[in-house]
């Protein structure tokens, strides 16, 4: 896997040339911060020298520490009552960066400890934000063998332990970037199946495949009309791929996950016109994301949670085959849907799996609901680049939108919270009567009114969780999770995955 590895590393004499690390990156909000006493003078006698040295990423020539080298890493505006952990995040990407360009192989990662409780999982959340900058593409990886370029990473600390954790997180990561950001032929379905099986063989995650026609046209009717058109090109099928991962011991909480993974959205009947189609086999970040955090699970084996999830693959295609605007189709719960628009796909998709997992919910101990998707342009006009948290009535009672959004805000993927009115239920009222509910209505979501909350209406409605309410003899919580705006970072085509949430969602799982 194309990962860097970190390694704890509490021997301050490591930091003079030893256990072959060769550069010293410190990342800190002012020299003075730094517990190293022969770092700490170092970087101030550089300050003398060089007046950037504190205020921007710096390297010096370090005679005697670490491959001589010393890199600091200033984290700006700390003082600043809005920022969060990020900070050190950008921080720790700017030097990492230095640090790979000056040549060094194995780095040694000093984050200078903070008193401010925003920053509590700052050494954390830039060790991760390393492996984000160091990421490449599996397509690059593939066409030239690319290797990793760092060796290892060494976490330079007096008391912490932290490398199991990260390189599980990372591991993690790793997986959700390469599903997410792979163009849709390497990527197909069956290739995004074959990808998470490979990367969980030999593990303790239960895994299976769904990739029968008869057998998906019976069981998932919405995904399959999404699909409709692509099952006539073998290697376009779509899959359902069921993840589990069953802990040792006495299960105290279940959470269910629904991951929307369409490999490409042509928008099928409606079909994206203008430009709007490039980047679209970046639609299955939510798939990604899930299957990501199986993987974390699989090498951290939390105790006490159990885990299911079931992600829906799918190519939105357009063709002869290709499913319309105006049809009716009956959800795995049994409930008729007016299709409003072909490219509010992903709901559809969506739907069938919640249906699916709610059966399942029904049974289990203490559960909790919810689906990742990479869902509305909506979503993106409304908070940009951070992701949202729709949660039903049972879940606001529990609070689990807000404890998720202080669990993930913490590990630097802070969450916005939204809420569901009653106008979202009626947004989705098929005005004709033919159907129960409508899928959606034929404009953009980014310039509809609730464009991302009205769809979670439609997902509770579709999947029959409507049921579950607050009063219902069996509640059951569900958060539906739009990370349309935090999926990838930079260019808005073709930008690096992120892997959200993976961290704030495995986060809220142990600490729930």
Partial sequence: MFQVNFFDVKAENAIFNGEGWDAVVVVTPDLDSIIFDEIGLLAKHGAHVDKRVGKSPTLLFAPGLAGGRLIIAPVTQVSDEYVDVRVYADAARAAITIAKEAGAKRPLLYVAPSKDARFGFAAEVAALACGQELWQTLELREATRLTPAFEAIGLLSLSTHNSNLLNALEAGRVLARDLCGTEPERMSAKAFADYCLQSLAGSV?????????????????????????SFAVGRHQPRVVKLEYLPEGEVTRTFLFAGKGVIYDTGGADLKVGGTMAGM???????????????????????????????????????????????????????????????????????DLLSHLRIKAVSAVKPEMFSVATLTGHVVRCYGSYPAAVENSVASAQ???????????????????????????????????????????????????????????????????????????????????????????????????????????YQYLINR
């Fill in 205 to 229: 995650i239960k895994t299976a495949v769904v990739e029968d026609r008869d057998i998906l046209e019976r069981d998932y009717p919405l995904l399959s009309a999404v699909a409709r058109s």
């Fill in 281 to 351: 086999s970046r639609d299955k970040g939510g798939a990604s994301a899930v299957a990501g955090l199986f993987k974390t699970l699989s090498m951290l084996k939390p105790k006490g949670i159990r885990v299911i999830a079931e992600l829906g693959l799918v190519r939105n295609s357009i063709g002869s085959e290709a499913f319309v605007t105006d049809e009716i189709i009956t959800s795995h719960a049994g409930v008729r849907v007016r299709i409003g628009n072909t490219d509010a796909e992903g709901r559809l998709v969506l739907a």
């Fill in 399 to 505: 609070q689990c939108a807000v404890t998720l959004q202080q669990q993930a805000s913490q590990w630097g993927e802070p969450f916005e919270v939204s809420t569901l009115r009653p106008e979202d239920f009626a947004k989705i009222r098929d005005v004709s009567g033919a159907a129960e509910i409508l899928s959606s209505n034929n404009a953009p979501s980014s310039i509809t009114a609730r464009g991302h909350q009205y769809p979670a209406a439609f997902l509770l409605k579709a999947s029959g969780l409507f049921d579950h309410g607050i009063n219902a003899p069996i509640p059951l919580a569900y958060m539906h999770l739009d990370i349309a705006g935090s999926a990838t970072e930079g260019d808005p085509l073709y930008g690096k995955p992120t892997a959200s949430p993976l961290v704030g969602l």
